[in-house]
């Protein structure tokens, strides 16, 4: 099977979509000549020419917006936002617009747009420039949220968000788009909802998303060398979510650790623990634990940044701290 | 959605304008009686209603084309019928009923009837400017001879979206008309009080944007400044700014009592300044003529309430339909 | 027709107004627009006017707080009948809904994030007599008729997890083979393992509540030369009823119980419970297990009837065939096992019942009668008692009169 890195999976879903779909452009900030500030649009400029690879001023709410527009109209925009922190900017019209044209009209509308995003710790980036907020679009009916961790994983998925009917806010995560990987030789569409059981376990289930679910890989090597067996499932899409699979592998191991790179509090993970916990309730051995950020922003300085955010030991430690050996 | 090229002319013909009489009327009429059975504890929500601005909604919307598009404000009452809503639907949506125009899902700040190019009216003030680029946008990378219309008032000059939009608007050349429906108050807050420059124009022209300014209460002139500006638009010569200097005769919303207006004023300018008075009296309209227009669109307006009010309650679990596509 | 003013609604979530003063005099002329009325809302004092022109002809409310909706007067032509409007009725202002209270104390807990937190929470967190388990080992302890007050719990802060559950379910010696946590698995083969039936669970769970009873045992012996020969009589007459000791047993004792009423009782945490009727349970070695169908009221019962009810029971004990209604109810248990040559035993109660017999074997003995020795048939009876509901002086006063009840069986009649 041929191998890309993150980042090439993303252009190749764009490319191929804007190859056989005259309706798909991409609209963003310095992502014509530049290739985009993570060199994701890189080259693209070139094949799809000016218009379809639409470079935008520094104006999130009319990138937003207009792509919201041409989506009403039929056609299938892939906005880029360059820092998953400039959401902020463009939430008005994705939360109350996009995500409510379709409800309001009484089903008169459908807004197939998708909002591209990355963000995440790693290399000091700073506080307005690292954030990770899936929880907030989660939590809006109307938007779909996806989350993918590998190449095969953002290519199938980056073509199934353009080709939904609904606003899907996509999110990658910058530290991952250097990582290779193995892909299909054509894009295979994976359906949204779906989620992913990287590896098999016995002894509890991690359900982790983005960079942490390579960090709890790392961290099931080791806790198997422990002689705890560890399975690792990525939701992939965080709305709607596979609550099926991630309650059938809680029901198989009957311990959960939930571990996402944001903040912990009032996090995608207390969802995800409140739906296991819920429909799982007699199956668990243990509380489920969640693993993420401390409640800080993200500092500059290496060492606090680290500090901050989680890494494979906090997997780890949570591992143990499921299966009672502390 | 068709897009034939009718043969529009430049003004409205003389034989039109009884038409055009009738329209704005209708709308009046509908806005009072809206007005009415808010009153009597009918209607829920929000209700902000276009009093003294018909000429606008009439003006602008008679020049658009088969496969142009709006999108309003929260008073979009006029501008839904101005674009081809029947009162009925109108009517039964602002009842919360299945056969209204959104179903019930709306209300009446989120109008849409797609069908008729009404790309739905917004609640958030400047909320549908930026889609307006984007509808426009998608007009011109299709190649197609449409042209993406939004409505404003003057508050919505203030906030970040008309900025952007009109920005990203120009920037690109695409076949947007931003209306401005400057009736110099923003809820409570007059113009001076608001906007640090007297004359809104000037900030689409801080664009680099073509702008045309009218009267916005005397209709035929703003059918011909919309005219103009759409013919701009269509044939590919960028974005157009049409700054109506109106009257809103009303509070900003049924029941303000406005205790921020002197009295007087509004009362003298619903007597100088009423479209529907002017138009009455260019074109000689005689009492008796007028009052069988008056009994007909009266009619029509008592007719959408009884449909109204025998259409069909959404059922609750509704609620969670159409939440996607 | 004379046109109603009604209070209008001025603004969303409006219900009601204060009409403060009215701005025109009944009989005066009002012209369309013209203010008619003060009126008062949360927000603001607002002028009303006038929707019509005409004569205001009368004034229904002159002020004060009315609904919305309601009409406040009427505008006509002069001297236009006026229809009645009946005074405003202060309408209930609709209770405001009572807060829901966090009844959940997992609510009311503190605002410290938990995930920071590594300490053990403090000691004597258990004090309030709850019991510490997962909700996996809780169903497990649960479905296997395991009381987890009886299980050692080896996770964090001693909670009782689900390896716990097996261990103690395997008797608690070494770790169930199915766990992988632990030390190297126990190998199979030699061992047979039982699937615990229903009914053994349900054995091992009573027993185990019952043993944690204060008891205090009660030994007498009777002589039952009197009982056997009434049974033999009675077996010559009713060949087909077969009468035996046991149905004896369970007629003196029930005659016992209602005169002794202190001994057919049952503890509880609010009252000692007197039963009114003596509902004996006959103890019987079923196939699947023990059970104790109950023969009720037989202090009512003549030893025929008893007979014939034990003999139905106890067949259908053995084949499994009995119903819930032949097992509830009793008040007092009779276990024999005299068929197997016991001297005497002593039995467990059998909850909630505050006794129970445990009979032996009848056998000769020498005993001492009128100062000579003699050989009599002997049954040594041992009665277990609830010592929560029934004190000493008591149930040896109720053992007596079974003894006595025995020995001379005119007596339980």
């Keep these: 099977m041929p191998e890309l890195t993150y980042r090439e999976a993303v252009r190749d879903a764009l490319v191929q979509a804007m190859r056989e779909d005259e309706d798909v452009f991409v609209v963003g900030e310095d992502i014509a000549e530049m290739g985009g500030s993570m060199g994701v649009t890189a080259g693209m400029v070139d094949e799809f020419g000016p218009e379809r690879v639409r470079n935008a001023p520094i104006s999130e709410m009319a ?12 056609m299938r925009p892939v906005a880029e936002i360059m820092y998953e922190d400039f959401l902020t900017l463009a939430t ?77 806010v996509f999110f990658e995560h910058r530290t991952l788009y250097p990582i290779k990987g193995e892909v299909p030789e054509e894009i295979e569409p994976i359906p949204l909802g779906r989620a992913r059981v990287h590896r098999e376990g016995a002894d509890v289930t991690v359900i982790a998303t983005g960079r942490l679910v390579h960090e709890s890989l790392k961290a099931a090597e080791e806790a198997e060398g422990d002689g705890i067996s560890v399975e690792v499932v990525d939701p992939r899409t965080l709305q709607p979510l596979d609550e099926e699979t991630l309650v059938a592998s809680v029901k198989k191991t009957n311990r959960a650790v939930v571990a996402h790179e944001a903040v912990t509090r009032m996090g995608f993970g207390a969802e995800v623990a409140a739906v296991l916990q819920y429909q799982a309730f007699d199956w668990l051995d243990a509380p489920i634990e969640r693993v993420g950020a401390r409640f800080a922003p993200l500092a500059f300085a290496p060492v606090m940044e680290a500090f901050v955010v989680p890494h494979a030991e906090d997997v780890l430690a949570a591992i143990k701290r499921t299966v009672g050996k502390e | 959605m068709t897009v034939a090229k009718v043969e529009h002319r430049s003004s409205l013909a003389k034989g039109e304008l009884g038409d055009v009489l009738r329209e704005m009327l209708l709308i009046r009429r509908f806005e009072e009686k809206v007005e009415e059975r808010f009153r009597a504890g009918d209607l829920p929500g929000f209700l902000h209603v276009a009093i ?9 919307c008679r020049a658009l084309e088969d496969g142009d598009v709006i999108a309003s404000t929260h008073r979009a009452h006029g501008h839904t019928l101005a674009k081809g809503t029947h009162p009925n639907e109108l009517m039964a949506e602002l009842y919360g009923k299945q056969e209204g125009c959104s179903h019930g899902y709306g209300g009446s700040m989120h109008l849409y009837d797609v069908e008729r190019g009404n790309m739905g009216a917004n609640a958030v003030v400047g909320g549908g400017l930026p889609q307006i680029t984007g509808a426009a946008l998608a007009f011109q990378l299709r190649g197609e001879p449409r042209v993406a219309v939004a409505f404003f008032g003057d508050g919505a000059t203030n906030i970040g979206t008309f900025h952007e939009a009109l920005n990203l608007a120009q920037l690109w050349q695409v076949p947007a008309v931003f209306v401005l429906e400057d009736n110099k108050w923003a809820e409570s807050t007059p113009e001076w009080q608001h906007s640090p420059i007297r004359d809104l124009s000037d900030r689409a022209k801080a664009f680099g944007m073509k702008t045309l300014k009218t009267d916005g209460q005397d209709v035929e002139a703003v059918y011909k400044t919309a005219r103009k500006a ?30 921020y207006r002197d009295r007087g004023e509004a009362r003298e300018l619903s007597e100088t300044r009423d479209p529907i008075e002017l138009l009455r009296e260019k074109i000689g309209v005689s009492g008796e003529d007028f009052a069988e227009l008056d009994a007909e669109v009266t009619e029509i307006v008592e007719a959408s309430v009884g449909f109204a009010k025998g259409a069909t309650d959404p059922a609750p679990e509704d609620a969670l339909k159409n939440v996607y596509a | 027709m004379a046109t109603e003013v009604i209070l209008p609604r001025l603004g969303q979530g409006m219900e009601s107004g204060t009409i403060v003063r ?55 032509a002069e001297g236009e009948d006026v229809p009645e409007v009946a005074e405003p009725v202060a309408e209930a202002v609709p209770e405001a809904e009572a807060p829901v209270e966090a009844s959940n104390r997992l609510l009311q807990a503190e605002a410290q994030p938990w995930i920071e937190r590594r300490s053990r929470p403090e000691p004597g ?14 169903r497990m302890a649960r479905e296997r008729g395991l009381d987890l007050a009886a299980i050692h719990g080896t996770g964090p802060d001693g909670r009782i997890v689900a390896e716990d559950v097996e261990r103690a379910e395997a008797g608690g010696e070494a770790p169930p083979a199915s766990n992988r946590l632990l030390q190297a698995p126990v190998p199979a083969g030699e061992v047979e393992r039982r699937p615990l039936s229903n009914v053994r669970k349900t054995i091992a769970r009573r027993l185990t509540q019952a043993w944690q009873v204060p008891v205090f045992q009660l030994q007498a012996s009777a002589d039952m030369t009197r009982v056997n020969a009434l049974v033999a009589k009675l077996r010559e007459r009713e060949p087909e009823l077969r009468v035996t000791v046991t149905d004896v047993l369970t007629k003196v ?9 202190e001994v057919n009782a049952e503890w509880t945490d ?51 065939r009995l119903r819930a209604e032949d097992l509830d109810g009793g008040t007092f248990t009779l276990s024999n096992l005299g068929m197997y040559a016991v001297e005497s035993f002593t039995a467990v109660l059998n909850p909630p019942q505050a006794a129970i017999v445990a009979v032996g074997a009848t056998e000769e003995r020498v005993v001492p009668v009128g100062g000579e020795l003699a050989v009599r048939p002997m049954l040594t009876l041992v009665v277990t008692f609830d010592h929560r509901a029934v004190d000493g002086a008591p149930a040896a006063a109720f053992l007596r009169a079974v003894k006595e009840g025995l020995e001379e069986p005119g007596l339980a009649l």
């Design chain 3, 253 to 261: 004792c029930a005659a016992a119980l209602v005169r002794h009423r």
């Design chain 3, 270 to 320: 609010e009252a000692i419970l007197l039963h009114p009727s003596a509902n004996v349970g006959i103890a019987v070695a079923a196939p699947q297990g023990l059970v104790v169908p109950v023969i009720r009221g037989a202090e009512r019962l003549s030893l025929a009837e008893i007979a014939t009810l034990r003999t139905d029971l106890v067949a259908r004990a053995r084949e499994n």
């Design chain 2, 52 to 60: 003294g601005q018909e000429a606008c909604a009439v003006g602008v």
């Design chain 2, 230 to 259: 759409l013919d701009h638009a269509r044939g590919g010569n960028g974005p157009v700014f049409v700054h109506l200097e109106t009257v809103r005769f009303s509070g900003h919303y049924i029941g303000d009592p406005q205790v």
């Design chain 3, 22 to 76: 009215w701005l025109k005099s009944e009989g005066e002329t009002v012209e369309r627009g013209e203010p008619l009325f003060e009126l008062d809302t949360d927000k603001v004092t607002q002028e009303v006017e006038a929707e019509a022109s005409g004569v205001l002809l009368r004034i229904a409310v002159a002020e004060g707080e009315v609904p919305v909706g309601r009409t406040v007067a009427f505008i006509g």
């Design chain 1, 63 to 74: 990138i937003a917006g207009a792509a919201i527009g041409a989506a009403l109209q039929g």
């Design chain 1, 92 to 168: 008005e019209q994705i939360v109350n617009q996009a995500a409510k044209h379709r409800y309001m009209s009484g089903g008169q509308v459908s807004v197939p747009v998708v909002f591209r995003t990355q963000g995440g710790a790693g290399w000091s980036p700073g506080a307005q420039h690292a954030q990770q907020l899936e929880a907030w679009f989660v939590h809006i009916p109307g938007l779909k949220v996806v989350f993918a961790s590998t190449p095969e994983d953002v290519r199938g998925l980056l073509w199934s968000s353009i080709y939904d009917d609904n606003p899907v």
């Design chain 3, 125 to 138: 967190a258990a004090a309030n007599g709850r019991i510490k388990a997962s909700p996996l080992a809780r």
